[in-house]
């Protein structure tokens, strides 16, 4: 018994199943305290907002793992079955669809409770974006100095990744349009007592006593 239990501890499972909710839950609080801080945003509007850039996120993922298998297959001229093409095709139709359905969701929550998630998520793609781009440019350049030139499709990768880093790049350009319509992120969290109290006027009943 105490070997099944201690075996049981020590199973790399049991340490993914316990860590990877625990740090899950520390990203929803870490994403709620600055939403509920930043504007007067209801809890439950925050969450949906947090769900709907995560299904957002996956349905990227989805559409990169069913998009980029196809594009490297043309240009490396290597051919698939017709049944892995429509798998392929099967997996970006699912995540265009979830991304679709959980951005026109997100596009009629409030503003101010989708403020934050909306700046992180749109930031988080877009530092992808480019560092993608970056380490394409350079494993492309690297590979023409270290002279590894010679396996036939080396160039695919590399320039498939730079054109889908410079592509998510390119998306994610701009400010965040909803973040400009609500209050400044920053003048929200600094504390009450360092803001500008407002000018009390006298009453009207000072007045005519005076």
Known sequence: MVSLVAGLLSSPALAYGVLVPLVLVQLFAL?????????????????????????????????TAGSLPTVYSVLAGISYTGGTYFGLLLIFAAGGGLFLWQDQRASSLDPAARAVPGSIFLLTFRILGQITLVLALLSFLLSITMGSTDLLGWWV???????????????????????????????MLKPVASRPAKAQTPSKTAKRRR
């Open 31 to 63: 994403l709620f305290i600055p939403s509920m801080l930043a504007a007067p945003a209801k809890a439950r509007a925050v969450g949906d907002a947090i769900h709907c850039y995560c299904i957002q996120s996956f349905g990227i993922m989805l559409m």
């Open 157 to 187: 990768m590399p320039v498939l990744m730079a054109v889908y880093g410079g592509l998510i790049s390119w998306c994610t350009r701009g400010p965040t349009t909803w973040v400009s319509t609500t209050h400044a992120v920053g003048s």
